[in-house]
């Protein structure tokens, strides 16, 4: 059974510009969570989608947005990229049961110049 | 809103040994689960433990197990006869279970990174 995948792995942009990063789940899971991880802030929940909607957003501006598509693949997409969204970005995928175990990807490294 | 706190940045162990690593947390929820997540230097996050706040027995998984203290909000992890393997950031996460089926939303301590020395 293929893990949860992410592209692009690594990806570099300059301020202002804007990134779409993708996930693909576990073939079944239905829930797809993502995640900003730093080394000052650690890990912090951006959003979760489930079959197509928008279950729960995190504390973050409106410049993170995400999508899900009725193949339950997500997409987050960052605009007007500033200095400090540089991240590693986790997505996790799960059945969408009450106690489902998130599973992660490897994350897609975004560094911004 | 909820916190989690690992106060050990750092930790080492001897190969074979057995460690603990430290979690609190901060709620005023009753209904909640716990989990701990290892990372290891590839990065992708996978699932070592998880708790159910309304059990009282402690969570077991082979070398791993928790010592949940629900009254002191603990909620550590022990790793008995640690293994080279073990070595890897480990993060302590919080969920509500009131969030009506939501399974996403976990709150993270800043982790604990543990050496295992051969």
């Known amino acids: 059974k293929a893990g949860v995948t992410q592209t692009p792995r690594y990806l570099i942009k300059t301020r202002g510009q804007q990134v779409t990063l993708s996930c693909s789940p576990i073939?079944?899971?239905?829930?797809v969570s993502w995640y900003q991880q730093t080394p000052g802030q650690g890990l912090q929940f951006l959003f979760e989608?489930?079959?197509?909607?928008?279950?729960n957003k995190g504390n973050f501006p409106g410049r993170f947005s995400g999508r899900q598509f009725s193949n339950s693949r997500s997409e987050m997409n960052v605009s007007t990229l500033e200095l400090g969204d540089s991240a590693l970005y986790l997505c996790?995928?799960?059945?969408?049961?009450?106690?489902?175990?998130?599973?992660f990807g490897e994350g897609s490294r975004l560094t911004v110049l | 809103a909820q916190t989690v706190t690992q106060s050990q940045p750092e930790m080492s162990v001897q190969e074979a040994e057995t460690v603990t690593l430290s979690c609190t947390y901060d709620?005023?929820?009753?209904?909640?689960?716990l989990f701990w997540y290892k990372q290891p230097p590839s990065r992708q996050m996978i699932l070592v433990i998880r708790?159910?706040?309304?059990?009282?027995q402690n969570a077991t998984e082979n070398r791993f197990s928790v010592n949940f203290q629900k009254a002191a909000k603990s909620f550590s992890l022990k790793i008995s006869d640690s293994q080279l393997g073990d070595a890897a950031m480990y993060f302590c996460?919080?969920?509500?279970?009131?969030?009506?089926?939501?399974?996403?939303?976990?709150?993270f301590g800043k982790g604990t990174k543990l050496s295992v020395k051969p």
């Open positions: 709620t005023s929820e009753s209904d909640y689960y």
């Open positions: 708790q159910e706040a309304y059990k009282q």
């Open positions: 996460a919080y969920r509500s279970a009131n969030y009506g089926g939501s399974q996403g939303n976990l709150i």
């Open positions: 989608y489930f079959s197509e909607t928008q279950r």
């Open positions: 996790a995928s799960s059945s969408g049961e009450l106690l489902g175990e998130l599973f």
């Open positions: 073939s079944g899971h239905r829930s």
